[in-house]
């Protein structure tokens, strides 16, 4: 496996830089960010990014692959007429070769500043809950511009309570210390429909 391969270039359809070529695939970036809603409004990975992502390689449907997935993370995604397998290796360049020898079809290689991907616990607070990183989600802002504050809640809690369909919109947001109209913009991104009328509850 050569050293040179350019970063995020589909292998062997890459020809050099000026030249036009047609690249059937996705990037494995864009195939994760739809994973973990990055691309609407769903819930945000607070672990793997695509920063994280080191290698990929496409192989075909009738291939097994599941050695392939022994890395510190690995994602499959199936297309209809292929397989991408997505991971974060320490050696991207020997996992591209064993896949290469396995029947990939495709590989292709991340940039060198991106990081193998390590698992560690979420750190709590002094209640034991789970702090959210101050650009996750569910945060929102209060105050004018010189003295705002943080006012966290949780999204996918939100949510929950949301298609639960025993609250108010109005109920919930006191539970979560929210205004009822954030909770309606919430349902409305989630795709969860309301009945009209003040106080608003989900349809059943």
């Known amino acids: 496996m050569k050293q040179s ?6 292998y062997p359809h890459y020809r050099g830089p000026g030249k036009t070529y047609s690249i059937p695939y996705p990037t494995p970036q864009s195939v994760l960010r739809a994973a973990v809603g990055a ?3 769903k819930f945000i990975s607070e672990t793997v990014t695509s920063e994280h992502i080191r290698a990929a390689v496409i192989m075909p449907l009738d291939v097994p692959f599941q050695h392939l997935l022994g890395e510190p ?30 029947g990939a079809v495709a590989w292709l290689r991340s940039h060198t ?7 560690e616990p979420p750190a709590r607070d002094s209640t034991s809950n789970k702090i959210r990183p101050p650009n996750a989600p569910g945060t929102v802002f209060f105050g004018d511009c010189k003295t705002h504050y943080k006012k966290k809640y949780d999204l996918s809690e939100v949510i929950y309570d949301l298609k639960s369909k025993y609250m108010t919109t109005r109920e919930i947001g006191d539970k979560h210390n929210i205004s009822s109209a954030t909770v309606q913009g919430i349902a409305k991104r989630a795709n969860i429909k309301l009945t009209p009328g003040n106080p608003h509850r989900v349809k059943t």
């Open 5 to 10: 391969l350019v970063a995020n270039k589909w």
């Open 39 to 41: 691309t609407e409004y």
């Open 73 to 102: 993370w690995a994602m499959s995604y199936r297309d209809t007429a292929w397989r991408m397998l997505i991971v974060s290796t320490v050696d991207p360049l020997r996992w591209i070769e064993m896949a290469r020898s396995s």
């Open 113 to 119: 500043q991106t990081c193998t991907y390590h698992w």
